[in-house]
């Protein structure tokens, strides 16, 4: 078994009591773990510790979205998804796929395999990142999809004449309404930050369980070794069977072929096509393009450009060293001022949105003043009827 | 925000279900009507609404039923769970074992403060699965006997134990034809008990929506089903989510909120109607067309002409009677078009008779109600708060 060997410190701690410890922190922090004597029986391949084991894999390599509805599958199915799963990514020992598909055998391969998982990459962080709780303090930079949305709209009071009473109680009704929907809202808050505050709870239990298990896991490696050593030898001809890929099969590779050629033969049509358009346009274009009116455009035009450009050339300023960051951020309150690094300020996010937002204006403007035009034209094209059109604003 | 729904009595039970089904229905279709984008939005507001949706199971409704017999109450749990869409609660009902006659007094005085605490038991653990509350629904009958009495107690009791939370009852007029003079004693109870402690009194009328059907929707033997059918139909189309004014995919959160709010601020005019078109069966809507001014030109025609039905409009000149009020969409309900007292119109029907007979009139039928507390002041009191909110809704 190509297990990595970690480099052993003798100074690290040796008590009596920093395995079982070692193995609560590991089964704190994956979902659904077992109980340290589990693992203690699985060490000597009793049968009453394999189902637990066989539920706590079935749980790291089932996909993430099953995760409600699969957990009421029966265990023998949960038997055979491990199996598969453990096949196709490379597990080499025999052993597990021969197991019973009862599931009431082989805990003490099981808890090789779960090693073996443990050993690829680090498991429990990235099951914690993937439930991570959703605080809604995540904020996309430089990701332009925000739309202008106006603002709420102020009722516009009239008072002229004498106001009958049955207005007023009418409006005093109102605020009694609202005033009932706000205490609503307010116990939904209420309700809704303590699911919250539990959420996180679980979450950070979840966190210092990885971070107990980070420090003491040469204990379990060590105490691994033991368990493989109790395992009786593998038989030496298993070892050259090669690792199970899936397989392609034949018709689908002509298949493959196929689509490739058609994608590659559309692209060519779609160059041609746009291509042609292209020159098409141009010519068009190089007959117009001069003349006043066309000026005024030209000039919007230009200014627009260059207000894009000047924002370029400002992101660029900013930022010479590393990429610019793109993608969700969290907010996060600071006191220290941590430069550079991985962290942009809340005041330079600020900006950027208001440059975007600049220039998402100007290229609004622009439009609307081609789509004005355009009508104009239609209307003079069309005598005996009024076009009136919106308004400016 | 979710609604919590209490069914009562056999009228509100079987209504009930075609609530949930109609609103199941609407939330989860999926017609092609509109794009991806916009029935994910819609399914996504339409969530936790009315129903309690855990992840891998079957959606169930927040509902409490209430009834005094358990007939109605089992065939409307294992209708709903037949169907394998939705149900209700397994515990969310309350029934006795044995019926209690006809009764408002019974229900009101008898019943309702015996039960009065597992029924509020109930209702508080509906509330306690909502996240955030909107407010209650309620649906009963006006005339009945136990539903219409334990309907306003327990109205009641909700207005004291959740006086924030917003609260709208749904309530069925009678057929014209049951002329028994119980059903209008009963009537004019419910009606003042429920103004006094409901936010808003939504009315439907049996013999209306029973036209709508006949006339409309072509349908040979018109159903109880197929009443409550037309009536869910149009609650549905009241509560499903309302767009924001600021901009598509955005709904509004809070339905009952938005109504209340918009319709019934004043405390004198709780009354409501609803009148909602094309009124006609699913299968004839794939050959119409609409336009949205067409059906509002159409919805206006009928408020101004009093009419609840699409067709058969009556044109006739009158002296204009109330104005309109000066919010909303949708109409208050001129109910009663009295010219006499409430007291006269129910107890005489309208007879000319002399007062000596009126005494023995009133008393003829008062014992049953007498029996149970409900003395001949309560109806006195009543009596003027309903020709209150005559007078008011006449000097409109």
């Not at chain 1, 099969?249 to 746009?274: I, P, V």
């Not at chain 1, 066309?294 to 930022?319: F, G, H, N, P, T």
């Not at chain 2, 294992?78 to 044995?98: D, L, M, T, V």
Request: proline letters at 6%; hydrophobic letters at 40%; charged letters at 20%.
């Amino acid at each position: 078994m190509g297990r990595r060997r970690r480099l052993v410190d003798p100074a690290a701690e040796a008590g009596a009591g920093a395995l079982p410890k070692v193995i609560a922190a590991l089964s704190r922090s994956l979902p659904a773990g077992p109980s340290p004597e589990i693992f203690r029986r699985a060490k000597f391949d009793r049968p009453e510790a394999a189902p637990a084991l066989w539920q706590l894999l079935f749980r790291l390599l089932s996909p993430r979205s099953a995760d409600g509805a699969s957990a009421s599958l029966a265990l023998e199915a949960q038997v055979c998804l491990v199996k598969s799963a453990l096949r196709s990514q490379g597990y080499p020992r025999l052993v597990l796929a021969q197991l019973p598909e009862d599931g009431s055998r082989g805990s003490r391969e099981l808890l090789l395999a779960l090693s073996w998982l443990l050993a690829r990459g680090p498991l429990p962080e990235q099951l914690l990142a993937q439930a991570h709780v959703q605080l809604g303090d995540e904020i996309p930079v430089c990701e332009c999809e925000a739309l202008a949305s106006p603002g709420p709209r102020v009722p516009h009071v009239e008072a002229e004449g004498p106001v009958d009473i049955r207005c007023v109680q009418w409006l005093m009704g109102r605020l009694r309404f609202r005033w009932r929907c706000l205490i609503a809202s307010q116990q939904e808050q209420c309700t809704l930050l303590s699911k919250l505050l539990r959420r996180l709870e679980r979450e950070n239990t979840g966190l210092e369980a990885a971070l107990e298990w980070r420090r003491g896991e040469l204990v379990f490696w060590r105490w691994m070794d033991t368990v493989l050593g109790a395992c009786p030898p593998e038989a030496p001809a298993a070892a050259t069977q090669p690792t199970f890929l899936p397989r392609i099969a034949e018709r689908g590779l002509g298949r493959l072929e196929l689509a490739a050629r058609e994608l590659r033969a559309l692209q060519e049509e779609l160059c041609e096509a746009t291509g042609r358009r292209r020159a098409a346009w141009e010519a068009r274009v190089g007959g117009q393009g001069r003349g006043p009116q066309w000026s005024s455009a030209r000039q919007a035009l230009q200014k627009a450009v260059e207000q894009e450009l000047a924002a370029l050339r400002w992101a660029w300023e900013q930022d010479r060293g590393p990429a610019r960051p793109h993608g969700p951020h969290r907010l996060v309150r600071c006191e220290d001022e941590a430069p550079g690094g991985q962290h942009l300020r809340a005041a330079e996010v600020i900006q950027a949105l208001r440059s975007q937002e600049a220039c998402l204006e100007a290229a609004l403007r622009r439009l609307q003043g081609q789509c004005r035009q355009e009508l104009a034209r239609l209307a003079g094209a069309l005598p005996g009827l009024i076009w009136i059109l919106p308004p400016r604003c | 925000m979710s609604i919590v729904t209490v069914q009562l009595g056999q009228c509100g039970n079987q209504i009930g279900f075609e609530v949930f089904d109609t609103l199941f229905s609407d939330s989860h279709s999926s017609q092609g009507l509109c794009s991806k984008r916009e029935n994910e939005a819609y399914r996504a507001s339409c969530k936790e609404r009315f129903f309690n949706e855990e992840e891998n199971g079957v959606p169930i409704a927040r509902a409490v039923l209430v009834d005094m017999e358990p007939k109605v109450i089992n065939q409307t749990l294992s209708k709903a769970a037949q169907s394998g869409r939705w149900k209700y609660g397994q515990h969310a009902y309350f029934c006795q074992k044995q019926g209690s006659g006809n009764n408002w007094a019974y229900g009101y005085s008898v019943h309702g403060p015996r039960h009065e605490e597992s029924i509020m038991n109930l209702i508080q653990k509906e509330v306690e699965k909502c996240d955030s509350l909107s407010g209650f629904f309620i649906i009963m009958s006006m005339a009945g006997g136990t539903g219409s009495g334990i309907g306003a107690f327990v109205t009641q009791n909700l207005q004291d134990q959740y006086a924030h939370s917003l609260k709208m009852n749904q309530i069925i007029w009678p057929y014209g034809t049951g002329e028994v003079i119980v059903q209008n004693y009963n009537s004019i109870l419910t009606l003042s008990h429920l103004y006094r402690s409901s936010d808003a009194l939504l009315v439907h009328e049996n013999d209306a929506v029973h036209k709508i059907c006949a006339k409309l929707m072509n349908i040979k033997q018109i159903s109880f089903s197929d009443i409550n059918q037309v009536l869910a139909h149009q609650l549905g189309s009241v509560f499903q989510p309302v767009y924001c004014a600021e901009g598509s995919f955005h709904y509004r959160r809070n339905p009952l909120g938005d109504l209340m709010e918009n319709l019934v601020p004043h405390p004198e005019f709780k009354m409501l109607g609803v009148r909602n078109i094309p009124q006609m069966s699913e299968n004839s809507l794939a050959y119409s067309t609409f336009t949205w001014a067409g059906l509002l030109k159409h919805l206006r025609q009928m408020l101004i002409s009093h009419a609840k039905m699409e067709e058969g409009i009556d044109w006739q000149v009158r002296p204009p009677l109330s104005g309109l009020p000066p919010l909303g969409k949708m109409p208050l309900n001129k109910e009663l078009h009295f010219n006499t007292s409430i007291a006269n119109l129910v107890i005489l029907r309208g007879k000319d008779v002399q007062s000596a007979d009126l005494g023995k009139k009133l008393r003829a039928y008062l014992h049953q109600y007498t029996k149970f507390g409900i003395e001949e002041e309560d109806f006195l009191d009543s009596f003027t708060l309903l020709e209150q909110v005559v007078a008011s809704y006449y000097n409109l």
